[in-house]
């Protein structure tokens, strides 16, 4: 069964996994490289499990990547097999904080993507060409 990942846009246009990955790549090629093939991999159903992909409570799953610095991608699943990217997290806790799984706007993600009827959201030349390389 194939997924499709998307990322969660605010209303005013920000993209908080989008900003994050662009951090990422600069301070931390490799673990850039692994989080996208990550990504990537979350289009088949079959990686929806350990050691990939965790659910973390009131329906948001991570996608996890272990090293010296924790690299955590917050999701969750929405209609039409889509897969929306909301939040990563990149710090040496073994935990999520209570802040992260408490961000003001995953609600509002959550019921945004519920509303739209396409199943496809809009995605960046970025986006795409992220995805495209993590095949």
Same mark, same amino acid.
């Not at 989080?35 to 996608?63: D, T």
């Not at 997290?89 to 995953?106: M, P, T």
């Given at each position: 069964m194939?997924f499709?990942?998307?990322?969660?846009?605010?209303?005013l246009?920000?993209?908080p996994?989008?900003e994050?990955?662009? %951090?990422? &790549?600069?301070s931390?090629?490799n673990?850039? /490289?692994?989080v996208?093939?990550g990504?990537?991999k979350?289009r088949n159903?079959q990686?929806h &499990?350990?050691?990939?992909s %965790?659910?973390?409570?009131s329906?948001?799953?991570?996608?996890?990547?272990?090293?010296k610095?924790?690299?955590r991608?917050?999701?969750?699943?929405? %209609?039409g097999?889509?897969?929306?990217?909301?939040?990563g997290?990149?710090d &040496?806790a073994?935990e999520?904080?209570?802040?992260?799984l408490?961000?003001?706007?995953l609600p509002? /993600?959550?019921?945004s993507?519920r509303? %739209?009827?396409a199943?496809? /959201? &809009?995605?960046s030349?970025l986006q795409?060409?992220?995805?495209?390389?993590?095949?």
């Amino acid at each position: 069964m194939e997924f499709i990942v998307e990322f969660y846009e605010t209303g005013l246009g920000r993209c908080p996994v989008r900003e994050f990955l662009e %951090k990422l &790549k600069e301070s931390d090629p490799n673990d850039f /490289a692994i989080v996208l093939a990550g990504l990537a991999k979350l289009r088949n159903q079959q990686y929806h &499990k350990l050691p990939l992909s %965790k659910p973390i409570g009131s329906g948001l799953f991570e996608l996890r990547h272990v090293g010296k610095l924790n690299t955590r991608l917050l999701y969750f699943f929405a %209609k039409g097999q889509r897969i929306i990217a909301v939040h990563g997290i990149r710090d &040496k806790a073994r935990e999520i904080s209570k802040w992260d799984l408490e961000l003001h706007f995953l609600p509002r /993600a959550k019921r945004s993507s519920r509303l %739209k009827a396409a199943p496809q /959201a &809009k995605r960046s030349a970025l986006q795409e060409d992220w995805l495209a390389r993590a095949q």
